[in-house]
């Protein structure tokens, strides 16, 4: 009865984690994975766990510190060449680009930003935030 009652529990929590993961995009461009979502406290938290091994992490936002989502990111090479295109689920998102250099354009409701030389290592986390 007690190892019914533990393989009953351990499913429904996976289930559980599995309909909390439907609130994510994930994909991936070119060999380039991404992850998307964070809208709410408790969606945050899963994406701080499923994110940390990405290389770039962007924090949407505007001027009031309210989080925005739909955002249109496109991310170039050093050569300027586009190497990804997404738009976002939530306010963050995770993308995990080599060591190297690169540009991203962020576009929300009309509303253009562009960030150069973002500076990726090996091994780390970059953490940009951009606000409109």
């Known amino acids: ?47 701080k766990k499923m994110g940390k091994d990405y290389s770039l992490k962007l924090i949407f936002s505007n001027r009031k510190s309210e989080y925005l989502s739909d955002v249109m990111v496109t991310v170039f090479n050093h050569k300027d060449e586009k190497i990804l295109f997404t738009v976002s689920f939530g306010p963050w998102l995770f993308i995990d680009l080599p060591s190297g250099m690169f540009n991203l354009e962020a576009s929300f409701q009309g509303g253009r930003k562009k960030v150069s030389q973002i500076r990726l290592e090996k091994g780390t986390q970059k953490v940009h935030a951009i606000q409109w």
Not at 1 to 22: K, Q, R, T
Not at 25 to 31: D, M, N, V
Not at 38 to 44: D, F
């Open 1 to 47: 009865m007690i190892p019914a009652i533990i393989v009953g529990m351990v499913v429904f929590a996976m289930s559980i984690y599995s309909a909390e993961e439907n609130f994510l995009k994930k994909g991936s461009e070119g060999g380039i994975a991404f992850l998307s979502g964070g809208i709410g406290q408790h969606e945050r938290e899963i994406l």
